[in-house]
């Protein structure tokens, strides 16, 4: 009797033991994917995010604005035609929202944070980003702005050049496709002569200049200062 006591003992024991391996079994199935649910959640928010860095210029009519983004979260903007002072200041993204810290400008130190809807349109041989300012994101008190918040609205056409515009550019100066090089890319300027706005873009072979131009962003057109690669 005492032997059949100790092997239901054992047996209950045994059984037990794959419950509680079962249960652990399941609970770590349960955990893994919860981590990756929210790993896959926290991979689809970062893609909604649009990368506005670079150097962009208001399509309106007037005095445009021009803004440069900088991967840092730093920037600057100004007006072109009335050469007002640059602002420097700073900026943080949400998904399909921009905030602003924009400089005072009724003698007030610091800065206001205003907050504007993004939208990214790739269609076009340059990309257009539209600042949409929404009001009930930013700051409740944006008088010490002078209105300066409206002003920023609008649409923006990039002004450097796309990874697809620079390939293009590199196979008119004759840079072989196979051939490591860096290239740089120099701050936009506007052309009086030609009336459009131009971008410096360099190619080196180690430290060696090797092809080089002023291009029109929005034609891909090597306009002036050309250097052709040579083979040399």
Same mark, same amino acid.
């Given at each position: 009797?005492?032997?059949?006591?100790?092997?239901?003992?054992?047996?209950?024991?045994?059984?037990?033991?794959?419950?509680?391996?079962?249960?652990?079994?399941?609970?770590?199935?349960?955990?893994?994917?919860?981590?990756?649910?929210?790993?896959?959640?926290?991979?689809?928010?970062?893609?909604?995010?649009?990368?506005?860095?670079?150097?962009?210029?208001?399509?309106?009519?007037?005095?445009?604005?021009?803004?440069?983004?900088?991967?840092?979260?730093?920037?600057?903007?100004?007006?072109?035609?009335?050469?007002?002072?640059?602002?420097?200041? @700073?900026?943080?993204?949400?998904?399909?929202?921009? *905030?602003? +810290?924009? %400089?005072? =400008?009724?003698? &007030?130190?610091?800065?206001? $944070?205003?907050?504007?809807?993004?939208?990214?349109?790739?269609?076009?041989?340059?990309?257009?980003?539209?600042?949409?300012?929404?009001?009930?994101?930013?700051?409740?008190?944006?008088?010490?702005?002078?209105?300066?918040?409206?002003?920023? @609205?609008?649409?923006?056409?990039?002004?450097?050049? *796309?990874? +697809?515009? %620079?390939? =293009?550019?590199? &196979?008119?100066?004759?840079? $072989?496709?196979?051939?490591?090089?860096?290239?740089?890319?120099?701050?936009?300027?506007?052309?009086?002569?030609?009336?459009?706005?131009?971008?410096?873009?360099?190619?080196?072979?180690?430290?060696?200049?090797?092809?080089?131009?002023?291009?029109?962003?929005?034609?891909?057109?090597?306009?002036?200062?050309?250097?052709?690669?040579?083979?040399?």
């Amino acid at each position: 009797m005492r032997k059949i006591f100790i092997i239901l003992i054992c047996m209950l024991t045994i059984l037990a033991l794959a419950g509680c391996g079962g249960s652990n079994e399941k609970d770590n199935g349960k955990g893994e994917k919860e981590e990756a649910q929210k790993k896959a959640e926290s991979t689809a928010e970062e893609a909604e995010y649009i990368n506005v860095a670079g150097c962009w210029l208001q399509t309106a009519e007037g005095d445009p604005f021009m803004i440069t983004f900088n991967d840092d979260n730093t920037m600057d903007y100004r007006l072109i035609l009335s050469e007002n002072t640059v602002f420097f200041t @700073e900026f943080s993204l949400q998904p399909d929202y921009i *905030t602003i +810290d924009m %400089v005072n =400008t009724n003698n &007030e130190e610091g800065t206001t $944070p205003v907050v504007y809807k993004l939208d990214l349109n790739e269609e076009q041989e340059s990309p257009i980003l539209t600042l949409t300012l929404d009001r009930e994101r930013s700051s409740d008190d944006l008088s010490a702005l002078y209105g300066w918040e409206t002003v920023l @609205e609008g649409p923006y056409r990039y002004l450097n050049l *796309t990874s +697809d515009q %620079v390939e =293009t550019v590199r &196979e008119a100066l004759g840079v $072989p496709d196979d051939m490591e090089v860096t290239m740089v890319q120099r701050t936009p300027e506007y052309w009086d002569g030609g009336q459009r706005w131009l971008v410096d873009i360099e190619f080196y072979d180690g430290t060696t200049l090797i092809a080089a131009a002023a291009v029109d962003p929005q034609t891909t057109e090597p306009c002036r200062d050309i250097i052709r690669y040579s083979g040399k």
